[in-house]
């Protein structure tokens, strides 16, 4: 499959439009957009090599990933997993986020009670 036919299948699975893609810097040569269909919050963790990620539109929806790229890659086909697992068991799938953001963080830290 061409990174063309890729992308236009995984618009396919999720429903969304060309206009709801997201083009990462320095990635476009190698894939042409990255589908996020929710917005997105990447949490960078103490260990350099290992960052975090979840969905506040989708609920239950989290992974991990060894760098940035990776979780946006990661979440671009677990989100869509996710829904067709909702899907599947019959449960609600909230719709798009019609302006989907991606947000770079440090992980909270928990406060001693």
Same mark, same amino acid.
């Given at each position: 499959?061409?990174? @063309?036919?890729?992308?236009?299948?995984? @618009?396919?699975d999720l429903g969304l439009t060309s206009q709801q893609f997201v083009s990462i810097r320095g990635y476009h040569s190698l894939l042409p957009m990255i589908t996020l269909p929710y917005s997105l919050i990447i949490e960078a963790t103490e260990d350099p090599d290992f960052f975090g990620f979840y969905s506040a539109d989708l609920d239950g929806f989290t992974g991990i990933g060894h760098s940035i790229e990776d979780c946006l890659y990661k979440a671009r086909w677990g989100m869509a997993d996710h829904i067709k697992?909702? @899907?599947?068991?019959g449960l609600p799938v909230p719709s798009p986020n019609p302006n989907p953001?991606?947000?770079?963080q440090n992980t909270s830290k928990l406060q001693p009670a």
């Open positions: 499959m061409k990174f @063309r036919e890729l992308g236009a299948a995984a @618009r396919t697992l909702l @899907r599947e068991q953001t991606i947000v770079i």
